[in-house]
């Protein structure tokens, strides 16, 4: 019998992953090296072995691990949606402000996940895109629910792309400490699907 991980174990994988993801980041996947990985881990490259097997396995454990989080935030809006039994509106609003306070601390997961999923294998590459899937289908759900005159079968992908449009990308400018904290820019975003989806619904409605 295989004896089971210790937390410390786990810790490890856990730094490892953090220092991966900003190495993927700054360099590239395909640029950064198991060498260098090791180096910026403070570790030799045979002990970042006995926590990987591979370059692509820890790139598949970033990934893995981060399109779960972001299906557990949806979990979680809902969940808080009954709780707090809010309406459709402001559980998509909900939404909102969760995902960006999840990116505020993971942009460079965010950035491996946009860029890097496609030098995975067959099978995991094929995980994490269902994974992304699910993503794209409840956040339409919400938004369908949010805004039920607005989006019809000809638009929902468009219209929820383009919400992932405003907030997926925020990496690339927004910066924690800077002079819009990404709670701001999430009520920024809900002005805009206020002002823009809210008020064509209306019309559509009267």
Same mark, same amino acid.
């Given at each position: 019998?295989?004896?089971?991980?210790?937390?410390?174990?786990?810790?490890?994988?856990?730094?490892?992953?953090?220092?991966?993801?900003?190495?993927?980041?700054?360099?590239?996947?395909?640029?950064?090296?198991?060498?260098?990985?090791?180096?910026?881990?403070?570790?030799?490259?045979?002990?970042?072995?006995?926590?990987?097997?591979?370059?692509?396995?820890?790139?598949?454990?970033?990934?893995?691990?981060?399109?779960?989080?972001?299906?557990?935030?949806?979990?979680?809006?809902?969940?808080?949606?009954?709780? !707090?039994?809010? %309406?459709?509106?402001? +559980?998509?609003?909900?939404?909102? #402000?969760?995902?960006?306070?999840?990116?505020? =601390?993971? $942009?460079?997961?965010?950035?491996?996940?946009?860029?890097?999923?496609?030098?995975?294998?067959?099978?995991?590459?094929?995980?994490?895109?269902? !994974?992304?899937? %699910?993503?794209?289908? +409840?956040?339409?759900?919400?938004? #369908?629910?949010?805004?039920?005159?607005?989006? =019809?079968? $000809?638009?929902?992908?468009?219209?929820?792309?383009?919400?992932?449009?405003?907030?997926?990308?925020?990496?690339?400018?927004?910066?924690?400490?800077?002079?819009?904290?990404?709670?701001?820019?999430?009520?920024?975003?809900?002005?805009?699907?206020?002002?823009?989806?809210?008020?064509?619904?209306?019309?559509?409605?009267?």
């Amino acid at each position: 019998m295989a004896r089971p991980k210790s937390s410390q174990h786990e810790l490890k994988r856990d730094e490892i992953l953090d220092v991966a993801a900003q190495c993927f980041a700054d360099r590239s996947y395909p640029a950064a090296s198991m060498n260098e990985l090791a180096a910026a881990c403070g570790t030799s490259k045979a002990r970042l072995y006995h926590y990987y097997e591979s370059k692509e396995a820890i790139l598949f454990d970033l990934l893995d691990r981060y399109t779960q989080r972001l299906l557990a935030i949806i979990g979680q809006a809902e969940a808080t949606a009954q709780r !707090r039994s809010l %309406d459709d509106r402001d +559980a998509m609003h909900e939404l909102i #402000r969760s995902f960006l306070s999840e990116y505020e =601390t993971s $942009a460079t997961r965010h950035v491996a996940l946009l860029h890097d999923t496609k030098f995975l294998g067959p099978a995991q590459r094929e995980l994490i895109l269902e !994974r992304q899937r %699910d993503v794209v289908s +409840a956040v339409t759900r919400f938004l #369908r629910r949010a805004y039920p005159k607005r989006l =019809t079968g $000809a638009n929902q992908t468009a219209v929820t792309m383009m919400l992932f449009g405003m907030i997926n990308w925020t990496f690339t400018w927004l910066r924690p400490g800077g002079p819009m904290s990404y709670a701001a820019f999430a009520d920024e975003v809900i002005t805009m699907l206020e002002r823009g989806l809210s008020a064509q619904d209306s019309t559509i409605r009267n």
